[in-house]
């Protein structure tokens, strides 16, 4: 019987680094199972294996990820029961989060999102009010679901390199019922850097990048970090709306964000507080975001970022 179910949805080729993590937690909760869905390849399920998971549930049917979230929980719920499982652990993405909602419904289970962090016995630190704080919150239902944000633990193998056992698992008829299907997707150009919502470092920029984004993609190209943005870049035209970091977009908890020409308003802040080092760069010293930054700079941006990366790539040769 395990006592950790991960969900993954669909990896591809390869697990994001958010689902290693998700894995590693599950570990320090003990036994460690996986619902799946989408495409087995040999190298996911050796890597399923090697980060500890002992059995890796598969549904019935076909191209579940080509469903939205209803009947993804419905497969959830019966991958519950057939594993045992006391705490269910998924990505913190929005998706990720309504699917934990619908399991919490089914299973009668406690529900917490925006966790930041997993003690070995359930607990959960999550933060709240826009990230102003960190809360400690047990479910006292027998099963627990868990929705956690990227980046807080570092990715570790279990050492172990035992295949684990698939088992399919029946998807209730009526969980599909009614059901909208995805007909289509369009591949989204590759950019080179990282998904937004995983990236160690994030370079984010507001309404005074002034339509040029050029300097910051510069800045994150020599870190190997994502772009980001405030809404008012993203309603701009400047940049795509994927990109939006905040409250009504992409929530992110990098090693370091960096903020260049964003006032850090409480909708933004909802979505980048939790990072470890925040970096602020604006010219002016009055500025909110400088009272949520670890490191502020008062500048113009366009002085203030060619100068870092410059520095940066001399530094890396
Ligand atoms: C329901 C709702 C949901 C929202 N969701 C989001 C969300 O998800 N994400 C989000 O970001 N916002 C969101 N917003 C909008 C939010 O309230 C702010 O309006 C927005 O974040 C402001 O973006 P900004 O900081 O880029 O722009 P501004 O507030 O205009 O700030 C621009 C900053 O750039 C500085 N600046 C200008 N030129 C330079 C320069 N050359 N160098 C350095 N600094 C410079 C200025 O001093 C200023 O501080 C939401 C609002 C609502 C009502």
Same mark, same amino acid.
């Given at each position: 019987?395990?006592?950790?179910?991960?969900? +993954?949805? @669909?990896? /591809?080729?390869?697990?994001?680094?958010?689902?290693?993590?998700?894995?590693?937690?599950?570990?320090?909760?003990?036994?460690?199972?996986?619902? #799946? =869905? /989408?495409?087995?390849?040999?190298?996911?399920?050796?890597?399923?294996?090697?980060?500890?998971?002992?059995?890796?549930?598969?549904?019935?049917?076909?191209?579940?990820? @080509?469903?939205?979230?209803?009947?993804?929980?419905?497969?959830?719920?019966? *991958?519950?029961?057939?594993?045992?499982?006391?705490?269910?652990?998924?990505?913190?993405?929005?998706?990720?989060?309504? $699917? *934990?909602?619908?399991?919490?419904?089914?299973? @009668?289970?406690?529900?917490? =999102? !925006?966790?930041?962090?997993?003690?070995?016995?359930?607990? &959960?630190?999550?933060?709240?009010?826009?990230?102003?704080?960190?809360?400690?919150?047990?479910?006292?239902?027998?099963?627990?679901?868990?929705?956690?944000?990227? @980046?807080?633990?570092?990715?570790?193998?279990?050492?172990?390199?035992?295949?684990? &056992?698939?088992?399919?698992?029946?998807?209730?008829?009526?969980?599909?019922?009614?059901?909208?299907?995805?007909?289509?997707?369009?591949?989204?150009?590759?950019?080179?850097?990282?998904?937004?919502?995983?990236?160690? $470092?994030?370079?984010?920029?507001?309404?005074?990048? !002034? /339509?040029? #984004?050029?300097?910051?993609?510069?800045?994150? !190209?020599?870190?190997?970090?994502?772009?980001?943005?405030?809404?008012?870049?993203?309603? &701009?035209?400047? +940049?795509?709306?994927? &990109?939006?970091?905040?409250?009504?977009?992409?929530?992110?908890?990098?090693?370091?964000?960096?903020?260049?020409?964003?006032?850090?308003?409480?909708?933004?802040?909802?979505?980048?507080?939790?990072?470890?080092?925040?970096?602020? +760069?604006?010219?002016?010293?009055?500025? %909110?975001? #400088?009272?949520?930054? !670890?490191?502020? $700079?008062?500048?113009?941006? #366009?002085?203030?970022? %060619?100068?870092?990366?410059?520095?940066?790539?001399?530094?890396?040769?």
């Amino acid at each position: 019987m395990a006592n950790a179910l991960v969900f +993954i949805d @669909n990896p /591809g080729a390869a697990l994001k680094k958010s689902s290693l993590e998700l894995l590693t937690i599950a570990r320090s909760l003990g036994e460690t199972a996986v619902a #799946f =869905t /989408g495409e087995l390849t040999d190298d996911v399920a050796a890597t399923l294996g090697a980060y500890g998971a002992t059995t890796v549930y598969r549904p019935s049917v076909e191209e579940l990820d @080509n469903y939205l979230v209803g009947p993804k929980a419905a497969y959830l719920a019966a *991958a519950v029961a057939a594993s045992g499982a006391t705490v269910v652990l998924l990505d913190n993405s929005p998706e990720g989060k309504e $699917i *934990a909602g619908r399991l919490g419904i089914k299973l @009668n289970a406690g529900v917490i =999102t !925006d966790v930041v962090g997993v003690e070995a016995d359930g607990t &959960a630190h999550k933060s709240v009010l826009a990230g102003s704080y960190n809360t400690t919150a047990k479910a006292t239902t027998p099963v627990t679901v868990l929705s956690v944000k990227a @980046n807080n633990v570092e990715p570790a193998p279990a050492g172990a390199d035992a295949a684990p &056992a698939t088992v399919t698992v029946e998807v209730p008829a009526e969980g599909l019922a009614n059901s909208a299907r995805i007909a289509a997707r369009t591949e989204k150009p590759v950019s080179g850097r990282p998904d937004l919502s995983e990236a160690r $470092i994030v370079v984010a920029g507001g309404r005074g990048v !002034d /339509g040029d #984004f050029g300097p910051l993609e510069e800045l994150a !190209d020599a870190l190997g970090a994502a772009v980001g943005a405030s809404r008012a870049a993203t309603d &701009a035209g400047w +940049i795509g709306h994927d &990109a939006q970091v905040g409250q009504t977009g992409v929530t992110v908890s990098p090693q370091l964000y960096i903020s260049a020409g964003i006032s850090g308003a409480i909708q933004q802040k909802a979505g980048m507080q939790t990072s470890k080092v925040i970096v602020a +760069i604006n010219k002016d010293a009055e500025s %909110p975001v #400088f009272e949520i930054a !670890d490191y502020g $700079i008062v500048g113009d941006l #366009f002085k203030v970022l %060619p100068q870092a990366t410059e520095e940066i790539k001399k530094r890396k040769g």
